[in-house]
């Protein structure tokens, strides 16, 4: 069981829109009047017990699984409990059954304020108290368990989006809309990776596969040098790895999706690929290995990694502990620069470093880029100059 929770000022436009919608049926409550302009006039007793609250419409939405459904009774004992368990055991409320979707769901929209005291209920830690109290609902009443947000490996989209998906594909059906819905960038994401990993490739592959794919992937490291995250881009949208899900998670791509990774044989690999990410017009789609076939030997190194030399190798790990491996050529050249010359490193080193380290440089194209990581230094210097005077 899914629940989704929010706050608001008006009774009438919600108790509209749960009468407006297909199949809408009022199931509950402990209201009488039938109807959004009388159960609105109804509501009005407890608004007037505390006149200075403001957002004191509280929305909750309960939904099955498409494969559960359960009959008006039952889903009024599961309203009342639920209500009752988050605090509201003095409030005014009523229950919405609707079945405009494949998700047998209810809505249940209360009062805030309570009718012995006229305070609001408290509402901390409401998100977290709600998902104890449904996965409870959900062994006493035997239905189906679903993993808290904590525990999903993969995020599935918002009820807004299922709601919006479904009324497409209604539209579509019905010849009211020219093309098919296409469904969330997110979801297209995850299983993209999902192919991707199906071969338990080396953590290197898997981010070339990416950017074959035209996703540009992100990964940051500790002060100590370990893994802190991945993140992806993909069609102008950008997701965490957590908000992906848990197996789409640095850690989680090798728990659960069996990622190899080895540090001393992939961060260097990873480190040049996310300095010059491999291009997606490169014939190598992401494709899943068949059943019964027998996966290449996907933990070598890829094929003619070439060799980095010193500075190379300084280059990269700069370029990843100063977080520039998503700048241009110039703008990470040009930071490297300020970097080093405010640790006050020789200029012999800058130069070599910059020069062999990074794109082929010509003598003029370094004394450019010094020249404005020089610029770039004194307007740091001048704003901190500010900065301390204003105070």
Not at 312 to 333: C, G, M, V, W
Request: net charge positive; aromatic share 6%.
């Amino acid at each position: 069981m899914i629940g989704n929770q929010t706050k608001g000022r008006g009774f009438r436009g919600l108790l509209n829109y749960l009468q407006s919608q297909e199949g809408a049926k009022l199931i509950g409550g402990n209201m009488g009047g039938g109807n959004p302009r009388a159960l609105a006039v109804e509501f009005k007793i407890s608004r007037q017990l505390n006149l200075e609250a403001d957002r004191v419409v509280y929305h909750a939405s309960l939904s099955l699984p498409p494969n559960e459904r359960l009959d008006d009774a039952t889903w009024n004992e599961i309203a009342h409990r639920y209500l009752e368990e988050m605090g509201f055991d003095s409030n005014q409320y009523v229950v919405y059954r609707h079945s405009n979707t494949q998700h047998d769901h209810i809505h249940i929209c209360a009062s805030r304020i309570r009718l012995d005291n006229g305070k609001i209920v408290h509402d901390s830690w409401d998100y977290k108290r709600s998902e104890s109290i449904i996965r409870q609902l959900e062994r006493d009443y035997g239905l189906q368990q679903t993993h808290s947000s904590h525990e999903k490996l993969t995020r599935n989209p918002s009820i807004g989006q299922q709601r919006r998906l479904e009324r497409e594909q209604r539209e579509y059906t019905n010849d009211d809309r020219s093309t098919p819905q296409e469904r969330p960038v997110k979801q297209q994401l995850q299983e993209l990776i999902d192919r991707a990993t199906a071969d338990s490739p080396t953590m290197p592959q898997l981010i070339e596969r990416l950017q074959i794919e035209g996703v540009k992937v992100r990964h940051g490291l500790t002060r100590n040098g370990k893994s802190k995250g991945i993140s992806y881009s993909w069609k102008g949208q950008q997701f965490s790895g957590t908000n992906l899900g848990a197996a789409y998670t640095w850690p989680g791509l090798q728990k659960h999706k069996r990622v190899n990774y080895q540090p001393k044989r992939d961060d260097q690999p990873i480190i040049a690929l996310l300095l010059t990410p491999a291009k997606p017009t490169q014939p190598k789609p992401v494709q899943a290995v068949q059943p019964n076939q027998q996966p290449s030997n996907t933990h070598n190194q890829p094929e003619n990694q070439p060799e980095l030399n010193l500075w190379q190798q300084r280059y990269q790990q700069l370029s990843l502990t100063l977080k520039l491996t998503a700048l241009s050529a110039n703008d990470r050249d040009r930071k490297i620069i300020c970097h080093l010359i405010n640790q006050e490193q020789p200029a012999e080193e800058i130069k070599d470093l910059i020069k062999n380290g990074s794109i082929q440089r010509t003598q003029t194209e370094f004394k450019q880029l010094v020249e404005l990581a020089i610029d770039d230094l004194e307007k740091q210097r001048q704003k901190t100059i500010r900065r301390g005077l204003s105070r």
